[in-house]
């Protein structure tokens, strides 16, 4: 009796081991999942959007304001939420969203969600994704404090289906034949997940990208996203150590500083990439077909002298700019940059403090860049420290950031193009207006006369019948 009993204790026990065995093999390939699923959410950089603006704000929560030609969209809450979040959403649901821009109740979204490059995400990292939303992350039971509201006609979210009937693509992503597993998976970085060309590839007059100029650069609201095709004119002279370097920190010494929407890349995404991810991109980057853009035109003349006791008299002390009407770029530049940047715009020797004698943000095509920096200042998380620069916008009027800015692209570029008061105004207020924008009026009146004389010509077509 006492040997039997022992044969079944011995039985269950090995019942309980074999039947555990699954349900942890299966626990760990759900969190191999879940992880995978964040890392693809970084590389995506879904949480740039997806956040709350203040310092404490949770993980997806939404809120966060794109600035966009057509009004400011709110980044919804993608936290597993089922009331104001996605918590509901099924996983075709979900893929729709992510691939498509249609909700789970139907709505077209904007192409702010860049769904135009999230097309080609294989399934596989969309059942990852998918698992690590629902599964990895914490679900905030709060609505964004702020909502979409476009002015009309962008405000009715069914023009999109014309718009995504001309432009979107439901192509499946394609590896090229021949190429090399990196070569691969740097242009599933760069075309899908990091969706680069939807900052750095012009748009035509519709707002979609110029597939025939792809990643030659383009305006991005205030800001210019630079030419990264191989070319002189763009990232030809940067070698891919460089591109890997700049993707991790933000900076790349005597060629580049990471700023704007550039710069939350770099602090969301970027950093956190593995090295041979950022490799692939950079092998990919490398070879993709050149095109040549515009640069500034370089004087051949030393820029003048500038008289430093005449600088150091001037008022431009930091804390006097909000109260002068000052508008002699060289005291700007004395009172405000100087400090960091150096007289001569040296920087420092550790390039804590960049150089302005060779940086792309001075030399660039247009003063974009430039003016936007000295506008609203930068601050940057990179793998390899935090950079804060002031913003000057409230204490210099446009008149003065134009001033200074002039001053620096002479001084500090050679370009003797003077940046004027009516393109800082510009950038300042979100950049060039596009042509759909400016011309919506009379394209949905156009369009309502189109519908109309349909309407009259079937009409006539059936009393004739």
Request: contains cysteine.
């Amino acid at each position: 009796m006492d040997m039997h009993f022992k044969f079944l204790t011995a039985a269950a026990l090995m019942a309980g081991l074999y039947g555990a065995i699954p349900a942890q093999a299966a626990d760990t390939s759900t969190n191999e999942l879940i992880k995978r699923g964040e890392y693809i959410a970084i590389a995506a950089d879904c949480g740039a959007c997806h956040r709350q603006t203040h310092e404490d704000g949770k993980p997806y929560a939404g809120g966060y304001a794109i600035d966009s030609p057509m009004g400011r969209i709110i980044a919804s809450n993608i936290t597993p939420s089922k009331q104001f979040g996605i918590g509901s959403y099924t996983e075709k649901q979900f893929a729709d969203a992510v691939r498509k821009g249609v909700a789970a109740d139907g709505r077209n979204l904007y192409p702010a969600m860049p769904y135009t490059a999230f097309h080609g995400m294989t399934d596989d990292d969309i059942h990852a994704l998918y698992v690590y939303f629902m599964q990895g992350v914490k679900p905030v039971d709060d609505a964004a404090e702020d909502k979409t509201q476009l002015g009309f006609p962008f405000n009715i979210r069914q023009i999109m289906w014309g718009w995504n009937l001309l432009y979107r693509s439901d192509k499946p992503f394609e590896n090229l034949k021949g190429g090399s597993v990196e070569l691969n998976r740097g242009k599933y970085l760069v075309d899908v997940l990091g969706h680069c060309g939807t900052c750095h590839t012009p748009r035509n007059m519709m707002m979609a990208e110029e597939n025939d100029k792809y990643l030659s650069g383009g305006p991005l609201g205030g800001w210019y996203a630079p030419n990264i095709t191989p070319d002189k004119s763009g990232i030809g002279d940067w070698s891919g150590k460089e591109i890997v370097t700049y993707l991790k920190t933000g900076h790349v010494a005597g060629k580049a500083q990471a700023a704007g929407p550039m710069g939350e890349a770099v602090e969301h995404s970027f950093r956190y990439l593995s090295d041979d991810d950022l490799n692939a991109i950079a092998v990919w980057l490398k070879q993709v077909p050149a095109i040549t853009t515009s640069v500034a035109e370089v004087s051949k003349e030393a820029p003048a002298q500038t008289d430093i006791n005449r600088v150091i008299s001037g008022q431009g002390s930091q804390s006097s700019l909000a109260d002068s009407s000052g508008t002699d770029g060289a005291v700007l530049y004395n009172g405000a940059c100087a400090s960091c940047h150096g007289i001569e715009g040296q920087g420092t020797k550790d390039n804590f403090y960049p150089s302005l004698t060779s940086n792309s943000a001075v030399s660039g095509p247009t003063a974009q860049n430039l003016v936007m920096a000295v506008s609203e200042g930068l601050h940057r998380k990179g793998s390899d420290s935090d950079v804060s620069m002031p913003a000057f916008g409230q204490q210099m009027s446009n008149a003065q950031i134009a001033a200074v800015s002039s001053y620096v692209r002479s001084q500090f570029g050679h370009i003797k193009e003077p940046v004027t008061v009516d393109q800082v105004n510009t950038w300042r207020s979100g950049g060039e207006v596009p042509f759909i924008v400016r011309y919506v009026n009379y394209l949905t009146g156009g369009g309502a006369f189109i519908i109309l004389l349909v309407l009259f010509g079937l009409l006539r077509l059936r009393k004739k019948k």
